[in-house]
């Protein structure tokens, strides 16, 4: 049992987000579009969507949004989530499973006492 905190002060299981999505596809027969090809291209447009809300943006500006910009942000981030969370549930993943592992991967690829304030690529470290 995962739980995602929101707002409003109530908390949305994970597991309960997966089914609120299905039935919203399956409310509308979506099914028959939500290959992951399809979903995946989808994700992209999406994240393309958040990434043209910073892209003129200096960093100050980037982390100082009006709020317009911050809801539009929103919009969009949770769109990119639906459709990860969408083409998981296709492929059977267990997102959040697959987040944890890819975490202790990352942990070994990036040791703390060499990627601390770096921003080099892992195999750009000095042995």
Request: hydrophobic share 40%.
């Amino acid at each position: 049992m995962t739980v995602l905190s929101t707002n409003s002060n109530e908390n949305v299981e994970f597991d309960d987000l997966v089914r609120k999505i299905r039935d919203f596809v399956d409310e509308r027969d979506w099914e028959q579009f939500h290959s992951p090809k399809n979903l995946s291209m989808a994700l992209v447009v999406e994240a393309s969507e958040l990434v043209e809300i910073f892209q003129w943006l200096s960093e100050e500006q980037s982390l100082n949004l009006d709020p317009d910009q911050k809801q539009r942000v929103e919009e969009e981030a949770a769109d990119v989530m639906n459709y990860l969370i969408r083409i998981c549930d296709r492929l059977d993943i267990d997102l959040l499973k697959a987040t944890d592992r890819k975490i202790q991967i990352n942990a070994k690829k990036y040791p703390a006492e060499q990627a601390r304030g770096s921003a080099l690529k892992y195999s750009e470290f000095k042995s």
